[in-house]
């Protein structure tokens, strides 16, 4: 069993920044792939980035490349959503996610991922 826990969401201007962080608990978080995504009302929860156990690899979904960046540090089991350029269409519920197989992959299906935090909204006003 893993316990997430996202943070950091919030309120901001479009073309701003922020972060946010998942602390995680349970599970092994070193060995464990993890993801981000988003969710609009009425709208299929979206893929956004994922990152592998060793945070040596990345993916992430077109609409955020070059502005996003996804990281982690295990000695603190959190994983982490740098944000940057913020854009009114990345207004959502951000979600962390970790997937129970080989911590080697990178997941972008939401099927794929076993443990999912609570979420945190993120508005962008322009």
């Known amino acids: 069993q893993v316990q997430l826990v996202e943070s950091g969401g919030g309120l901001v201007q479009a073309g701003g920044s922020r972060r946010l962080s998942c602390a995680a608990s349970?599970?092994?978080?070193?060995?464990?792939?993890m993801g981000w995504f988003r969710q609009t009302a009425g709208e299929a929860r979206e893929f956004v980035a994922a990152?592998?156990?060793?945070?040596?690899?990345?993916y992430y979904a077109d609409s955020v490349k070059g502005r996003f960046t996804i990281s982690r540090d295990n000695a603190k089991n959190t994983v982490y959503l740098q944000m940057n350029r913020l854009k009114p269409e990345d207004t959502a519920v951000y979600y962390c996610?970790?997937?129970?197989?080989?911590?080697?992959?990178?997941?972008?299906?939401?099927?794929?991922?076993?443990?999912w935090g609570q979420g945190t909204q993120v508005t962008v006003c322009s």
């Open positions: 996610a970790a997937a129970a197989g080989s911590g080697s992959y990178l997941y972008t299906r939401s099927n794929e991922y076993d443990y």
């Open positions: 349970g599970r092994t978080f070193s060995r464990t792939a």
């Open positions: 990152i592998t156990w060793s945070g040596g690899n990345t």
